[in-house]
């Protein structure tokens, strides 16, 4: 089923490309536009490059795999998926292949990002290891937000409502992280806020892992969350397919 998923991706790779616009025009739009934040006393970081590339491989992850659902929601309108509902595949991998095949598209991006942020000028103490554990948390925060998506075309099987859920969630979920303003620097209500936010801690867990001196704790609690949470939202969007069986 992820095979499938991926034939289509390759056929269409302009896809990945316009996933790809909004992250660079983040990386250096933004990187240009507040590159003296840096200056402010408490940021805590040389460079605002170095700061932002984290935070756009993050939102990357958010924003491509927020639409998931549309997905589903053709699958459903073509007739595709009552068609594969008669035949003994897993109903894991029927609601999961989309998931799988955004996670291996967002890995991809995540590296392009770093490279585009490498070859600008930015900074990585963290090493190899540092990035790879980047790449492995926006995976995990994409599984969230894909299998999320998937879930929620199940049960809505509306676009109106898909497109509206994500739009209102989009922005608050980036700005109450520390995205592109360091924790320190935000109003204390924002920073209680962005404690229980899973895109803060792929970003408090892919910084630390990132810096010369990582601070294992963080990397394995925030980590833990977001691998606990994506496993809770794969077994979410697995179980809306009953709901929709018993519909059809």
Known sequence: MTQRQLVAIVRQPVVVVITLVQPVIWLFLFGSLFRKVVELPGFGAGSYLDYL???????SAVSSNMWAGMGVLEEIERGTLNRFLIT????????????VQQGLST???SVVIILLGKAGGAHYPGGPG?????????V????????????????????????GINTFLLLPLTF?????????????????????????????????AMSADP???LV?????????????????????????????
């Open 176 to 208: 109450l992280s520390s995205a592109f303003m360091a924790r320190d620097l935000m109003p204390s209500w924002m920073r209680h806020v962005a404690d229980f936010n899973p895109v803060n801690w792929a970003l408090v867990a892919g910084r630390s």
């Open 220 to 248: 394995l609690t925030r980590g833990g969350a977001l691998l606990a949470l994506a496993l809770a939202a794969v077994w979410l969007s697995t179980r809306t397919l009953g709901s929709y069986q018993k519909a059809v």
């Open 107 to 109: 890995a991809l991006q």
């Open 215 to 217: 601070d294992g704790s």
């Open 140 to 163: 995990l925060l994409g599984t969230v937000f894909g299998a999320f998506s998937t879930a929620l075309g199940m049960l809505v099987r509306q676009r109106e409502s898909i497109i």
């Open 53 to 59: 590339v984290p935070g756009v491989v993050v939102m």
């Open 130 to 138: 540092g990035l790879v554990l980047l790449v492995v948390g926006s």
């Open 88 to 99: 003994p595949v897993s109903r894991a991998a029927l609601m999961n292949a989309s998931v």
